[in-house]
């Protein structure tokens, strides 16, 4: 069984349509749910950390919010540089589990 | 945050042979983590490296084909032994660290592996 779900698994956009990835899960005991970005042949880049339900951050075109069974990653007017793709991660105890992330194309 | 190096960045080896990956941070960190991704894939981690006692193996993944040292706070590596075709992924290295109020976990660049 599946940990965590990303949808939906690729995405296009136009320039500043703004548009939200979701991530669900199904482990209990969240200790922590991550977001990254990854662009191709790199490592993934940390973005936030959500620690319980209706909490949300910030960073530039990036919000994140998280619920008792999911997270949203709402990009807000995307550009072209916005194009990766986005990993959700989820902790328990000392296990991660991935999701297999939603490629993003946003086109200018 | 935390900088992270690998090296190599990227290798080609032949089955049958071992490489050594090196994980490099630039402080002290107490849980390092070693993952692989395969083509199209997400993240699996592989196991979790602290330093002074021996790394903690996920299913599916042995001491034996993966041998992981970690002698020091700010370095660890990890060895692909006796590599096949199927080893062909890019590995990755990760620290957490623990902040005011909660924690971040940072990953290097990954190293690029094919297995001829």
């Known amino acids: 069984e599946d940990q965590v779900t990303q949808s939906p698994e690729a995405l296009r956009l136009q320039e500043g349509e703004s548009s939200s990835l979701n991530c669900s899960y199904t482990v209990s005991g969240l200790r922590g749910l991550f977001w990254y970005r990854q662009d191709p042949g790199k490592g993934p880049e940390f973005l936030f950390t959500l620690y319980s339900a209706g909490e949300e951050k910030e960073k530039e075109r990036l919000k994140a919010t998280l619920t008792k069974k999911e997270s949203f990653l709402h990009i807000t007017a995307p550009k072209p540089e916005d194009s990766a793709t986005y990993l959700c991660a989820v902790q328990f105890g000392n296990q991660f589990y991935f999701g297999t992330g939603t490629s993003l194309t946003v086109i200018p | 945050s935390a900088v992270i190096s690998q090296k190599p960045s990227r290798d080609i080896c032949q089955r049958g042979t071992s490489l050594t990956i090196q994980c490099q941070v630039d402080?002290?960190?107490?849980?390092m983590f070693w993952y692989r991704q395969q083509p199209g894939q997400s993240l699996t981690l592989i196991a979790t490296?602290?330093?002074?006692?021996?790394?903690?193996?996920e299913s599916g993944f042995v001491i034996d084909k993966f041998p992981i040292s970690r002698p020091n706070l700010t370095f660890s590596t990890l060895t692909v032994s006796n590599m096949s075709p199927e080893d062909s992924s890019i590995y990755l290295c990760?620290?957490?660290?623990?902040?005011?109020?909660?924690?971040?976990?940072?990953f290097g660049p990954g190293t690029r592996l094919t297995v001829l």
């Open positions: 990760s620290v957490e660290k623990g902040l005011a109020g909660g924690f971040e976990q940072f």
């Open positions: 402080s002290q960190v107490t849980m």
């Open positions: 490296a602290n330093q002074g006692s021996e790394a903690t193996y």
